[in-house]
């Protein structure tokens, strides 16, 4: 069907105009509403204002101006109805055979720190999703563009041949409707807040491709990358790649996992990650020792894993870091030296992150087979628990700054997770197992000697004394858990009999 009458009304004007001028030199007859109008008017090219179609004035400041039957019955008209035909002649509708419209900014806008909720109302934009929905039901015979990205390969096309093939019309038919789709989501994610509503009956959720990926967790599995539609500051999807290949979906997951670690932490601190639970973390007065101290936590695990830190990462702490085989390293900056040190390693993925950005909390979505559940993440502190010491001996001041260290690190371990911490280090994980005291026994191995005088953290309570009794025969002198087990009282004598204090804190912090 040949092009001869196109609907212009776009907000995003990038290309615009080139865009126009070529369809008019294909004889295109151009409609045009608004600034759009008056854009193009100003390069020269003539335009049809949309009060002339529909001979009634733009009015109510523009919330009226294309929702008339002038132009979506030439939208919506079936061009092999003859009842349709007849109908649009004895109306004198004219059929709109292209339509080009992009919508009000309303992502843009509720992103202003300063925006008020009357301008995000007035940024909900009627009339140019109604046109879209129009021309893209009625995709048979109207061409449909939202994307400036598509407006080559329309041109190609109508000069080619005069009109749009039906593939192509039906691919960009399908983009509409997943843009209008999204842009609603946002409109009702934005009122379903204002109004607190935590649970709707309708979960509406929209995300916008970042990058394709080669494969999912496994070279079998197709994957991509999608990103929250509002950006979330610090997180994984707003990275900057300074340096190295592209990532992969297993190291997505992973930095994600670094990430949400290191920023438990104030004081400079080093996280390293293998397969989504860390394997060493360490806390010092620099960076550097930070790193050594994380690195010395398991020399084996942390290789081929991923780093990273929540200061920027100098030239001394890149030396160190270069001498062993790493994924990706995760700082808030790199100085220049650091830089020219880590990019002689090809492969190694540098990512930059404000890791201390403040994190808004938000839902967790983990989907399920025909479904998705929902939680709010998790997002309590040692600050937020409620501390109490129900053995006879109380922690030390060292013993106290190694307990808060493994309940920091324990909360981000896959259930169930036993943690040990001596010395600003991890120094034993137990991670995913099917019972806590196996969870342990891997930890309180892998500490040895170390040990002796260290914390453990536990993400849930002690369904009976036996972890209490393998930590007391390994050296453990402190233990911190949330408690609430209808056996606690064994824990606790447990404890008692051997002097180590026990630490409740009355918050659970299970990952699965």
Known sequence: MTVKRALISVSDKDGLVPFVKSLVEQGVEIISTGGTSKLLEQNGINVIGIQEVTNFPEMLDGRVKTLHPMIHGGLLGVRDNEEHKQTMEAHGIVPIDLVVVNLYPFKETIQKPDVTYSDAIENIDIGGPSMLRSAAKNHRFVTVVVDPADYQVV???ISASKE????????????VFRHTAAYDALIADYLTNQVGEESPELLTV????????RYGENPHQKAAFYQS???????????TQLHGKELSYNNINDADAALTIVREFKDPAVVAVKHMNPCGVGVGETIQAAYQKAYEADPVSIFGGIVAANRAVDAETAILLKEIFLEIIIAPDFTPEALEILTAKKNLRLLQVDV??????VNRLTTVSGGVLVQETDHLSFDDATITVPTKRQPTDLEWKDLKLAWQVVKHVKSNAI?????????GIGAGQMNRVGAAKIAIEQAGEKAKGSALGSDAFFPMDDTVEAAAKAGVTAIIQPGGSIRDEDSIKKADEYGITMVFTGIRHFKH
């Open 356 to 361: 201390n950005a403040e994190q808004r909390i």
């Open 419 to 427: 943690v040990l911490a001596k010395d600003d280090m991890t120094i």
């Open 164 to 175: 749009v093939c039906f593939e192509t019309k039906q691919r960009l038919a399908a983009k």
């Open 229 to 239: 539609s509002l950006p979330v500051e610090g997180s994984i999807s707003s990275a």
């Open 206 to 213: 929209t995300y916008e491709k970042k990058q394709g990926l």
């Open 155 to 157: 041109l190609d096309e």
